[in-house]
């Protein structure tokens, strides 16, 4: 089912088709939840890697960008990592082009060939702002990153578990609409001097000009390689334990806000969350169709893309948090729990997108909880 594509104006009627929503027991025994080893700020697998500089162009981009790649071969062997190359001027390198590489990782159903599915694509920028020196960009958006690295990793076996079982039970694959799930880390999000609309989101700019005119194959369900994103989900300044508050920025998207809103209120309730920060995050489940929407009032990577259609559900505070831009954006200032709260709502919400409720390995769960026991114990 893809019929988010067709509701606006309708989306009441199409969120109630649209999904079967994922069980408490898939919640609570099923889904993979974030552990220490992953999100630890010095020694995480997942996390402490991305905490250093990574402007555009440097060393520690480079670093970042392998993290990314090994992360992806080890965990993640199914998925397709491809780059999205580009080079720019900006105000403060004089004549230098700055190269920009954007990461893509892409896991389809294995029947299907690109151009005929649409994705769910989860977003955040992994670069780095260049002044002050040294400055890490914990919330912004290195703890983003790594929420979404988590929450692939999470519903991967699930996703092959369904997939095996469509293709092996007489599924009929050519009446389901096949969907598939993409990871977009941005490079070139930050201003280097100040923030206009050409010295900005380099990244993202390149991305969706190239992509708008790139064509699948003649006879595809999509044209161009933007026309396949379903919904673009875009994580920023998240992991502070102040203003976690997001409003419902999207009139397109706002079916999937609700959606997310209700699992932040499902996890709330079955005590799974570990932050103790002001709740809801999502309070905006509520808002009338007809309230107005601030579509274009928030600046960031999404804006070529909405700009082109694509339907954004875009996961900032209304408020930033305190440290933002500031030295103290870094790892000591995280609010871990906060940081595991999110990785785990955002792997829930990739789970319901993906319809993969029942796929989910309740031992490999148990596994993983008693690793961790033991661990907590030493
Ligand atoms: C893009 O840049 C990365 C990092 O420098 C490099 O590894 C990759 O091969 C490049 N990809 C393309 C398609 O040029
Ligand atoms: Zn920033």
Redesign the pocket.
């Known amino acids: 089912m893809r019929l988010s594509r067709y509701c606006t104006g309708l989306w009441l009627a199409c969120t109630a088709l649209a999904y079967s929503t994922l069980s408490d027991d898939t919640l609570k025994n099923g889904l993979p939840h974030p552990q220490k080893s992953d999100f630890d700020i010095h020694t995480g697998s997942i996390l402490a890697p991305i905490l250093i500089p990574r402007v555009p162009g440097t060393e520690g981009s480079?670093k970042v960008?392998n993290h990314f790649v090994q992360y992806f071969r080890k965990e993640l062997p199914d998925w397709t990592i491809t780059?999205q190359?580009s080079t720019s001027k900006t105000p403060v390198h004089g004549d230098k082009e700055v190269?920009f590489?954007n990461f893509i990782a892409t896991r389809d159903p294995p029947w299907t060939r690109p151009g005929n599915v649409a994705r769910l694509n989860l977003v955040a920028h992994y670069d780095s702002l260049i002044k002050p020196e040294g400055f890490i960009g914990a919330i912004d958006s290195a703890a983003p990153c790594a929420m979404i690295m988590h929450a692939v990793k999470a519903i991967d076996a699930a996703l092959t578990k369904k997939w095996t079982s469509m293709q092996t039970d007489d599924f009929d694959l050519d009446f389901e609409e096949p969907r598939g799930i993409q990871v977009l880390f941005l490079d070139g999000e930050e201003a280097f001097q100040r923030w206009t609309d050409t010295d900005s989101i380099y990244g993202a700019r390149s991305l969706a000009a190239e992509w708008d005119t790139k064509r699948h194959p003649a006879m595809s369900t999509f044209k161009s390689y933007l026309d396949d994103i379903e919904l673009f989900v875009l994580l920023d300044l998240l992991g502070s334990a102040e203003n976690p508050s997001i409003p419902s920025w999207q009139h397109t998207s706002h079916w999937s806000y609700v959606h997310m809103a209700k699992l932040e209120q499902k996890l709330r309730g079955l005590g799974l969350f570990k932050s103790t920060t002001g709740a809801p995050w999502l309070p905006d489940a509520d808002k009338s169709e007809t309230s107005s929407f601030r579509s274009y009032v928030m600046q960031d990577d999404h804006i070529p893309f909405i700009a082109r259609g694509v339907h954004v559900l875009h996961l900032i505070p209304g408020q930033f948090p305190r440290v933002w831009h500031k030295m103290d954006d870094n790892g000591d200032n995280l609010d871990i729990p906060t940081v595991e709260d999110w990785a785990l709502l955002t792997a829930a919400f990739a789970a319901e997108y993906m319809e993969l409720d029942g796929f989910f390995d309740p031992a490999a769960h148990a596994k993983r909880d008693d690793v961790l026991t033991s661990k907590t114990e030493l």
């Open positions: 480079l960008l780059f190359n190269p590489v």
